[in-house]
């Protein structure tokens, strides 16, 4: 089974700074997906960026990017030029393309990432 | 474009008691979910159901239901509520592997 690790549970970042989340994770798998999500406080899940593992190229979103290492399996967020709205909770997910796993393509979550931006 | 819409958005309930969250979403998604989401914690699939008429177990499904008679909606039952499924509760959906997931905005139900 696969697993998420976020080790960081709570971060903060001046306003117009550059912050980093951690993710790593644990697969058998050579070929999957990896999503950052964002969670406000209003409780919506939000898509923030998605990085498919066959891609070497890192995925990139307007102010947010990743550090996909697959080797390491390891996928970090940059956020860029930091907003007050960009505070929330930041969940990584990872997800397999095999239709023949029986889970039908559910997402693995980590524990989350609380981030405080300070003005 | 409603999406993924889940009702009710806040629910008391008592212990024992028994309640079904919708979930119904409008973009003809085959595949549909259901989460709960403990307090400072990330998402925990319940159930989940790749087509009308097939649905399957997720990682904690000890306690719901679910059926899946359209398409469209994907009903949560809880039979005898429990302190302990006290959560927020998302419903999502995704057309194939290769789509993100869509989720609603989620249920806070609370069991006293």
């Known amino acids: 089974a696969q697993t998420v690790t976020q080790s960081q549970p709570e971060m903060s970042v001046q306003e117009a700074e550059t912050v980093t989340l951690s993710c790593t994770y644990d697969?058998?798998?050579?070929?999957?997906?990896l999503f950052w999500y964002k969670q406000p406080p209003s409780r919506q899940m939000i898509l923030v960026i998605r990085q498919e593992a066959y891609k070497q190229q890192n995925a990139t979103e307007n102010r947010f990017s990743v550090n996909f290492q697959k080797a390491a399996k390891s996928f970090s967020l940059k956020i860029s030029d930091s907003q007050l709205g960009d505070a929330a909770m930041y969940f990584c997910a990872y997800r397999s393309v095999r239709f023949e796993i029986k889970a039908g393509n559910m997402l693995t979550f980590g524990g989350g990432t609380r981030l405080m931006v300070k003005p | 474009n409603a999406g993924v819409t889940q009702t009710p958005k806040f629910r008391i309930l008592k212990i024992g008691q028994s309640m079904t969250l919708q979930c119904t979403q409008d973009?003809?998604?085959?595949?549909m979910y259901w989460y709960r989401q403990d307090p400072g914690m990330g998402l925990k699939l319940i159930y989940y159901s790749v087509g009308a008429g097939i649905t399957d177990k997720g990682e904690v499904p000890n306690g719901y239901n679910v059926s899946r008679s359209t398409t469209e909606d994907f009903p949560l039952r809880l039979e005898l509520a429990a302190p302990s499924q006290t959560s927020v509760y998302f419903c999502?959906?995704?057309?194939?592997?290769?789509?993100?997931?869509?989720f609603g905005d989620g249920t806070r139900l609370s069991i006293l």
């Open positions: 973009m003809n998604h085959n595949y």
């Open positions: 697969t058998s798998e050579s070929d999957y997906y």
């Open positions: 999502a959906s995704t057309g194939n592997s290769y789509q993100p997931q869509h």
